[in-house]
T-cell receptor, first 111, second 116 residues
Framework: AQSVTQLGSHVSVSEGALVLLRCNYS??????LFWYVQYPNQGLQLLLK??????LVKGINGFEAEFKKSETSFHLTKPSAHMSDAAEYFC?????????FGAGTRLTVKP | EAGVTQFPSHSVIEKGQTVTLRCDPI?????LYWYRRVMGKEIKFLLH????????ESGMPNNRFLAERTGGTYSTLKVQPAELEDSGVYFC??????????????FGAGTRLSVL
């Protein structure tokens, strides 16, 4: 069965600091991997996705993630956090038609 | 172009009552999905429509939940009778059936259901 683990339900960083949100998945076949973000009172917005090809994927708002098959990881990073990045972030894997989500990581950005 | 819209945004009902949630997918999207997030836990799949047909309803919790998509456009999810454990946020998502974007699911803002 496919599953997703997000390490850390809450992450707090200072404005300008590196953002690192961790995601590990279990999969018996190469998966499709996604990061979604949910801002307050809004829906889930796709940040980036990995399907095939280049393992370093760039998304919106300066975020990127690297697919590492040997580590079964898909960690999300951003070099410099902005106050507007405060939100909840979800890693997801798509083994077939439905999406399997991690429990989410709430990112707080301190001034 | 309008995104996935869900109505209502928030519903507060008493145990035993009935509630109907509605989802309008992006126009032209044949795939429609329902998900639920119980407080603090992961978002879990409920079911998947392809047009008006239920493709996969393996995630539906029990027979108190009924989803329909008559005509293959909007979908409703009815909970009858509602129980306390049904509280959570219900998300709807849609995607294309074919094409390069078929792997991308677009989500609505969700309906927050509170059963008291």
């Amino acid at each position: 069965a496919q599953s997703v683990t997000q390490l850390g339900s809450h992450v707090s960083v200072s404005e300008g600091a590196l953002v690192l949100l961790r995601c590990n998945y279990s999969s018996s076949v190469p998966p499709y991997l996604f990061w979604y973000v949910q801002y307050p009172n809004q829906g889930l917005q796709l940040l980036l996705k990995y399907t095939t090809g280049a393992t370093l994927v760039k998304g919106i708002n300066g975020f990127e993630a690297e697919f590492k098959k040997s580590e079964t990881s898909f960690h999300l990073t951003k070099p410099s956090a902005h106050m507007s990045d405060a939100a909840e972030y979800f890693c997801a894997v798509r083994p077939s038609n439905d999406m399997r989500f991690g429990a989410g990581t709430r990112l707080t950005v301190k001034p | 172009e309008a995104g996935v819209t869900q109505f209502p945004s928030h519903s507060v009902i008493e145990k035993g009552q009935t509630v109907t949630l509605r989802c309008d997918p992006i126009s032209g999207h044949d795939n429609l999905y329902w998900y639920r997030r119980v407080m603090g836990k992961e978002i879990k799949f409920l079911l998947h429509f392809v047009k008006e047909s239920k493709q996969d309803e393996s995630g539906m919790p029990n027979n108190r939940f009924l989803a329909e998509r008559t005509g293959g456009t909007y979908s409703t999810l009815k909970v009858q009778p509602a129980e306390l454990e049904d509280s959570g946020v219900y998300f709807c998502a849609s995607s294309e059936l074919t094409g390069g974007s078929r792997n991308i699911q677009y989500f609505g803002a969700g309906t927050r259901l509170s059963v008291l």
